[in-house]
């Protein structure tokens, strides 16, 4: 049985017959295939002039033309998708992370007299003691206890958490389970009938 002048089908193995061009999207000489030509155009590339495109379907699923419900248009030709991708935060759906802002701030406080004008590490607030008079001499309100502080209440501590980007951005397929055979078109055969 002869087939039709731009049939593709698949075949078994990896070269291409007489009447039949592999699939690859190279360019054909139009006064070598007049025929195909008339019936696909240069909708898969070349210049019109002299040459002609057909299919690449290397890596690629065929999928039917037209435009379906809810679905995008699909002109003869077009093609469209990519084996790997990269998701865009755009592309996430709305979602949080969780943050926990645990206070490092403490204040202790003592009812021991106070000895420090400023605080040195272990200090805590103290029983004021007065400093004299005069500017250079400041009230002492801190002190290096050994008697056991008690937690003042009362104390507000505000601060900023940020919540840091997380992934690497790697590439991740999009291939469905395939395997790979050739397609190939016919150049000979039966000139197909418009109806």
């Known amino acids: 049985m002869q087939p039709i002048i731009g049939d593709i089908h698949l075949f078994g193995f990896n070269f291409g017959q007489e009447g039949w061009a592999l699939c690859q999207g190279q360019l054909m000489a139009i006064q070598d295939n007049t025929a195909l030509y008339s019936l696909i155009g240069t909708q898969y590339g070349g210049d019109g002039r002299s040459s002609f495109g ?22 003869m030709g077009r093609d469209a ?30 009812t021991e007299p106070a000895d420090l004008t400023t605080p040195e590490t272990g200090a805590v607030l103290a029983n004021v003691v007065a400093g004299g008079t005069g500017a250079d001499k400041p009230e002492k309100i801190y002190t290096v206890t050994t008697a056991n502080p008690v937690t003042l209440g009362g104390l507000d501590v505000t601060g900023e ?21 050739s397609y190939a078109i016919a150049t000979e055969g039966v000139y197909p009938n418009r109806s």
Do not use: K, Y
């Not at 299919?55 to 033309?65: M, Q, S, Y």
């Open 81 to 110: 998708g990519a084996e790997t991708c990269v998701i865009q935060e755009s592309q996430m759906p709305t979602h949080s992370h969780p943050a926990n802002f645990s206070s490092q701030s403490s204040l202790f406080g003592t």
């Open 54 to 75: 057909i299919p690449d379907l290397r890596g690629r699923v065929p999928l039917g033309t037209g435009n379906p419900p809810g679905g995008s248009q699909w002109p």
């Open 161 to 181: 958490v940020q919540v840091g980007n997380a992934g690497n951005s790697s590439l991740f397929s999009l291939l469905q389970p395939c395997l790979a055979v």
